[in-house]
């Protein structure tokens, strides 16, 4: 089965530092998220991307994060300021076509972010 | 809005049983997707199994099966013959309207040999 590729699987960053997270979605995807998990807690939602702009954002993704898709295979999630708040696991996935209700997210294994 | 709760956060079961993990949702969307995905030690999720809203009957996936109880809005998860390998976080999640799926905040199973 195609996989969502993340990089790298655990970042260690100093607070205030700027990180930028890497996923590569299945290739004929069209939606792509971000989601995070807190450790022991649920899994947050964070944003949607979709033709090459967010379709949708949750209040957790404030100024502090962006996310773009450089080169049509990549989809970064980039946090300019970390704060400790900010350690979780972040999961990139992607689905084909998003406007469905019956589709299955396909996540990437997830990158472990550490703010010390 | 729609939300998904899962009141067990911790579960045990002994090898070979079948063990039930409970997933209540909530939306005012009559057509929705019920997904659980499966979270070992590593991290990954990993999906196990999907009902539609519409369909009449209750999924099965191998040893994985949803019990849908759409009145209720109940989506359970049932697992029979648990495996040591079954130990895991399991997540009920939810996609209606929006399309974004929303998950539970998991329940933990551990299976005892």
């Known amino acids: 089965e195609p996989e969502v590729t993340q990089t790298p699987s655990h970042q260690v960053t100093q607070m205030g530092q700027e990180v930028i997270l890497r996923c590569v979605p299945i290739?004929?995807?069209?939606?792509f998220y971000w989601y995070r998990q807190i450790l022991g807690q649920k899994v947050e939602f964070l944003v949607s991307f979709y033709n090459n702009e967010i379709s949708e954002k949750s209040e957790i993704f404030d100024d502090q994060f962006s996310v773009e898709r450089p080169d049509g295979s990549n989809f970064t999630l980039k946090i300019r300021s970390t704060k400790l708040e900010d350690s979780a696991m972040y999961f990139c996935a992607s689905r084909p076509r998003g406007q469905s209700t019956n589709e299955k997210l396909f996540f990437g294994s997830g990158t472990q972010l550490s703010v010390l | 809005a729609q939300k998904i709760t899962q009141t067990q956060p911790g579960m045990f079961v002994q090898e070979k049983e079948a063990v039930t993990l409970d997933c209540t949702y909530d939306?005012?969307?009559?057509?929705?997707?019920l997904f659980w995905y499966k979270q070992p030690s590593s991290g990954e999720m990993i999906f196990l199994i999907y009902q539609g809203s519409y369909d009449e009957q209750n999924a099965t996936e191998g040893r994985y099966s949803l019990n849908f109880q759409k009145a209720r809005k109940s989506a359970n998860l049932v697992i029979s013959a648990s495996q040591l390998g079954d130990s895991a976080m399991y997540f009920c999640?939810?996609?209606?309207?929006?399309?974004?799926?929303?998950f539970g905040r998991g329940t933990s199973l551990i299976v005892h040999p």
């Open positions: 999640a939810m996609s209606s309207g929006s399309y974004i799926p929303t």
């Open positions: 939306t005012s969307d009559q057509s929705y997707g």
């Open positions: 290739s004929n995807h069209l939606y």
